[in-house]
């Protein structure tokens, strides 16, 4: 039986990742504008669209079992 990542930790997880992103995008926009308010508004509208991309991204995977890799117990 495969377990899969609860969506507590793909919640947590894409908020961790969102942050660092968006920290690069509101860092990138400032330097290349100038602009604050141009800067944190591109952030915000980040921040909400790619989190709930990224949680229906990580939860799809999860339903495809591709790729995992099987346990096998130690070769006597």
Do not use: C, Q
Request: overall charge positive; proline content about 1%; aromatic content about 12%.
């Amino acid at each position: 039986m495969r377990s899969g990542e609860t969506r507590t930790r793909s919640v947590t997880k894409a908020v961790t990742w969102r942050l660092l992103a968006s920290a690069t995008t509101f860092s990138l926009v400032w330097i290349f504008t100038g602009e604050l308010t141009l800067a944190a508004s591109v952030s915000v509208l980040e921040v909400i669209l790619k989190m709930v991309i990224y949680y229906g991204h990580e939860r799809a995977w999860n339903a495809i079992h591709w790729g995992y890799a099987t346990e096998v117990g130690p070769k006597d």
